[in-house]
């Protein structure tokens, strides 16, 4: 779905956050936008997890920090339902909770936002990840991963058995969404059409089951295809 599509579709948004306040001011926010719509409000992750089920929403606006399931266990509950595979996680958190960004990614989330973001970025935001997008860059995502992966050794790359799917083109194409290229960027690089490149990542999300770039990123360091810090 382009991005065009996704803006002429009604898109249903549900909040997970243990705070009303912040439940009733996005919910306000959301509402008040044409073509949106939010079906669904839960208090802790756990009930996230059984709206969610229930709801099917499109997009679940998911605090980190919650009481009886936090918010990375509820994303990575519902990322895993395949009877979810419709639904998008964005993770709703501060600058101060970088790992807990990376973990959430790790379990299946298409992104993040700040708590402080403006009305219309938030918007944006929805509609980016409703599309099919990472609400994350790959840079961004590997300077998270920079910081809180250990580095595989260089001379005893193992690839696991995901990795082991993918072609050769396939593995050159993850090296390459890993150090932040384009669809665009790829092509160039490999002299093949933007189209090309974008199928291959997108079969290569299927191969290894991953939502969006920013987990192929993930996938391209934690395998040790690329070691964090290098270029």
Same mark, same amino acid.
């Given at each position: 779905m382009d991005v065009a599509e996704g803006r002429n579709h009604m898109i249903t948004v549900m909040l997970a956050d243990d705070q009303a306040?912040?439940?009733?001011? #996005? +919910?306000?926010?959301?509402?008040?936008? %044409?073509?949106?719509?939010?079906?669904?409000?839960?208090?802790?992750g756990r009930e996230a #997890? +059984?709206?969610?089920?229930?709801?099917? %929403?499109?997009?679940?606006?998911m605090d980190i920090r919650m009481p009886v399931m936090d918010g990375i266990q509820a994303t990575a509950a519902i990322c895993a339902d395949p009877q979810m595979a419709g639904t998008r996680v964005v993770i709703l958190t501060t600058f101060e909770e970088d790992e807990f960004v990376l973990q959430a990614l790790r379990a299946g989330a298409s992104g993040f936002i700040g708590k402080g973001?403006?009305?219309?970025?938030?918007?944006?935001?929805i509609h980016t990840v409703h599309a099919g997008d990472a609400l994350l860059s790959p840079r961004a995502t590997k300077a998270l991963i920079d910081r809180y992966v250990t580095p595989a050794s260089k001379s005893a790359i193992l690839i696991p058995d995901e990795l082991a799917l993918l072609t050769d083109r396939e593995r050159e194409i993850l090296l390459l969404v890993g150090r932040g290229h384009s669809n665009a960027a790829i092509a160039a690089d490999l002299v093949i059409s933007?189209?090309?490149a974008k199928t291959h990542v997108n079969r290569m999300m299927s191969k290894l089951g991953a939502h969006d770039r920013a987990q192929l990123v993930i996938a391209a360091y934690e395998s040790g295809l690329l070691v964090p810090g290098s270029a």
């Open positions: 306040l912040i439940r009733t001011a #996005v +919910a306000e926010l959301v509402s008040h936008e %044409p073509g949106f719509s939010v079906i669904g409000q839960a208090a802790d #997890v +059984a709206m969610a089920r229930e709801l099917r %929403p499109d997009i679940v606006l973001t403006e009305a219309g970025d938030l918007m944006n935001a933007p189209q090309t």
